[in-house]
Structure formats: C-alpha cells, structure tokens
C-alpha cells in the first residue's frame, strides 16, 4: 500500500500523504486488535509522482516495478542538474535502484489510497469511492492556417481568420465534451501569429487534450473532434493539420480488488459507489508489476494542487476502516 510524498509547488497536504499515512493507522489500529494478516505488507511513500522538479514522472513506482532505465536518470531539472546527480547529491545511490524492483510472483497487489481530487463524492455525499480505472490521455496540437491582412481594409466576407475558427473550434470541442458520458478534455493553449492588434490573425496553434477511462470512447471523441474541426476549416476556408503529440492508455483496476473493496465498504456500512480517475496516479506504473487497486477519499470542494486542500476526520476515518476491512478478507495468497 502506499502513495507519493512529493507534492506540487502551492500543494496542499494530502494529495499523496494522505495513501502514505493512512495504511500506517490501518496497520497500527489491526494490530491493536491483535489481527494477524496472512500476508505482508509493506507501506511505500514514492518520490517523484507529480514530476515537478524534473521532466520525468513516477520515478519511485517505476523503481518498484521494475522499470527505471538509465536514461531517466538523465533527465535534467531547470538548473542542469540530472536526477542522478540529485539523487547522488541526497545521499542515495542510483546504482540500487534495480534492486528495489519486487516480484511479480511475490506480490499480491498495490493499494493506493488518494484524495478525489473532484467533486463527485462531495456530490454524492459518500466518505469514499472505488476506483475504476486510471483514465487514458492523449494530447494533440492543432495548427490551422488562414491569410493575414489588414485589419482594416479587408471585407468581413473576404476573411481567413484563423483566430476566428479556432475560436469556433473551441466551443464544438466543448460541445463534443459536454455530450459524451466518460470522456473529458480541454483546449489549455493557444497561439495567435502574428498576434498583433490591427492584424487579422494568419496562424492559430491549439492543444487538445482528452481523457477517458474507456479507449472506445477516446477514440470518439477524437474522431468527433476531428470531424466538427474539420467542418468548420472547410466552411471557413483554413487548412487544418491535427498533429498527435502524446498518448497513454487507461490501466483499469483489478476486479478482485475493486469487489474486495466494496465488500469492505458495506461491511462498515459506507456507500460503496464506483468512479474513474481523471487523473493519473502512481498505479499507472505498478501496475506493470501486479494488480491495483484505490480508495478515493472526499474532499473539500473537490480541491487539489491547493493549500486548501481538506478532508474531514470522519471520511479519515472511514477509509481507515475499509482498509482495515479490505486487509482481512483478502484471499490467502
Ligand atoms: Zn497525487
């Protein structure tokens, strides 16, 4: 069981602490009942989750699982200095790394207790949820070209404003989003050229990103995207290139942990609702070593990556008591 300690910069506490120091209390309160586990368990605090300080991520699980190469010690930080030597610098040795992998064989599954990070349990009112699945992401960068001129001396009905469609654009991706069950996403950048006030913009860059825990409905919604952006290109005379710069796939959770868990849910009495992850967790990486599973926890206002950050003592609680719930009607490894 475990989670990560680092945290963002501006972070809050619980965002990853919270599946660090959690276990350790379930562990505690079932040895204070005298409860003996017929398997081990160890309570891993990760390094290296959110991937602020070098362009890499999840380096801790990764090590774990088995799947640090050398190369990501190379990595380098806003300074220059790579994670090997920072790791060096810390008094760690890179070297050991391989020899913190487990084994497969060896191990039952990975636990991880988070914040939800969203609304939705807050919504629901429940203390905790089970999660599905890790969502899927993939990233793509959209250029569209239309004529520059002048701002002034060009009829309406003569534009290519790029500006223009991609606003356009922007608002059938929403409208895509809005309508799909499971299938989120966002435009987070754009980039006029030449950017000038009296310019009608020639060149517009955009980001599309989506998430779904289902790869069925990622790619409808890529395919929708790229048809609603494709019309509105041709209605206003842009040519559009659609460029994919990044992809990842959903990593679903276990069946026997996610019922495990739900049997743990109902044993104490607490709603045992399902949910996805929008957001990608140290789970991604285990589970290239064995199964997973997580527990989200409520929080206030469904805030995260804020000192604000909060749950409440009795949803602690709560969790607690499903891991402690969870732990003992594991099947006998
Ligand atoms: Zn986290």
Not at 34 to 63: C, I, M, N, Y
């Amino acid at each position: 069981m475990g989670s990560h300690q680092d945290s963002v910069i501006e972070g809050g506490k619980y965002d990853g602490m919270l599946g660090v120091a959690l276990p350790l209390l379930a562990l505690e309160a079932l040895k204070r009942e005298g409860v003996t586990l017929p398997f081990g368990v160890e309570v891993v605090a990760f390094g290296d989750e959110e991937g602020v300080r070098f362009p890499t991520t999840l380096v801790g699980s990764k090590a774990l699982a088995g799947n640090v190469t050398p190369d990501q010690l190379e990595a380098q930080d806003a300074e220059g200095i790579s994670l090997r030597e920072a790791l060096i610098a810390f008094g760690c040795t890179p070297e050991d790394i391989p020899a913190t992998a487990r084994e497969p064989a060896n191990t039952l599954g990975f636990l991880e207790v988070h914040i939800e990070q969203g609304p939705i349990l807050e919504q629901r009112d429940h203390a905790v949820g089970i999660v599905t699945a890790l969502t899927g992401i993939e990233r793509h960068k959209v250029t569209l070209s239309g004529k520059a001129g002048h701002a002034g001396t060009t009829p309406m009905n003569m534009r290519h404003d790029a500006l223009v469609g991609a606003a356009e654009m922007v608002l059938a991706i929403d409208s895509v989003l809005q309508n799909t069950d499971e299938l989120v996403g966002v435009v987070g950048r754009l980039d006029v050229h030449p950017n000038a006030v009296n310019v009608i913009p020639a060149q517009v860059t955009f980001t599309v990103e989506l998430r779904s825990p289902e790869s069925a409905t990622r790619q409808y919604g890529r395919e929708a995207v790229t048809a609603a952006l494709e019309t509105v290109a041709k209605r206003r005379g842009l040519t559009i290139n659609i460029e994919n710069t990044y992809s990842a796939d959903a990593v679903a959770c276990a069946d026997w942990m996610m019922t495990a868990l739900e049997q743990a849910c109902t044993q104490i009495g607490q709603p045992a609702e399902r949910m996805f992850s929008g957001a990608g967790h140290d789970g991604l990486a285990m589970q290239a070593l064995t199964d997973i599973g997580m527990l989200f926890v409520r929080c206030k206002e469904g805030l995260s990556h804020h000192p604000d950050e909060a749950i409440t003592a009795e949803d602690g609680e709560a969790a607690t008591r499903v891991v402690m719930a969870f732990l003992q009607q594991l099947p006998r490894p």
